[in-house]
T-cell receptor, first 112, second 115 residues
Framework: LAKTTQPISMDSYEGQEVNITCSHN???????ITWYQQFPSQGPRFIIQ???TKVTNEVASLFIPADRKSSTLSLPRVSLSDTAVYYC?????????????FGTGTRLKVLA | GAGVSQSPRYKVAKRGQDVALRCDPI?????LFWYQQALGQGPEFLTY????????KSGLPSDRFFAERPEGSVSTLKIQRTQQEDSAVYLC?????????????FGPGTRLTVL
């Protein structure tokens, strides 16, 4: 089954832009890529979702190249409260079935 | 309610006990998902329902795990004869439509500790 990988951790300072990349080499043709934020003892919280090219909402942007084998979550100006673990979620077709695969997660630490 | 709710939030079981974890999805959501999240790991897919139909249970780790959604709303994940390796957070998510691409919204999870 395809692996969905992310950098383990990242540090950033307040006010900086942070880019987190997820590699998903076997994403299903028609599936979207979704990013979540997770704080300790909470469930994942939806950030953004996209299919191709670029999507932007009030908190983040999502960049997806044409081959869709990766995606990059961009947080424009991080604050201390953005310290969390970030996951991508993709759908993968394997052996005739459809699987939901979370990335390995990136622990972002924002420093003052 | 406004979001997905799960109960209990915390459960401690002795090895060999049976447990039942409840999920209340967002009202009107067709699809419901269960995930298992081990400490320090990303969530792993367990099973998926569309209304009352369990369409995929390939992620359930053993036949001790059983999930149901009899009326197409509330779901229960049951674990029989719990083992220490079952200790994890169990997350429930729901989505509005049938399409696999629809956004999943997660509950807070149930942390299960098996002693």
């Amino acid at each position: 089954l395809a692996k969905t990988t992310q950098p383990i951790s990242m540090d950033s300072y307040e006010g900086q832009e942070v880019n987190i990349t997820c590699s998903h080499n076997n994403i299903a043709t028609n599936d979207y890529i979704t990013w979540y934020q997770q704080f300790p003892s909470q469930g994942p919280r939806f950030i953004i979702q996209g299919y191709k090219t670029k999507v932007t909402n009030e908190v983040a942007s999502l960049f997806i190249p044409a081959d869709r084998k990766s995606s990059t979550l961009s947080l424009p100006r991080v604050s201390l409260s953005d310290t969390a673990v970030y996951y991508c979620l993709v759908g993968v077709r394997s052996s005739g079935t459809y699987k939901y695969i979370f990335g390995t997660g990136t622990r972002l630490k924002v420093l003052a | 309610g406004a979001g997905v709710s799960q109960s209990p939030r915390y459960k401690v079981a002795k090895r060999g006990q049976d447990v039942a974890l409840r999920c209340d999805p967002i009202s009107g959501h067709v699809s419901l998902f269960w995930y298992q999240q081990a400490l320090g790991q990303g969530p792993e897919f367990l099973t998926y329902f569309q209304n009352e139909a369990q369409l995929d249970k390939s992620g359930l780790p053993s036949d001790r795990f059983f999930a149901e959604r009899p009326e197409g709303s509330v779901s229960t994940l049951k674990i029989q004869r719990t083992q220490q390796e079952d200790s994890a957070v169990y997350l429930c998510a729901s989505s509005f439509r049938r399409e696999s691409t629809d956004t999943q919204y997660f509950g807070p999870g149930t942390r299960l500790t098996v002693l």
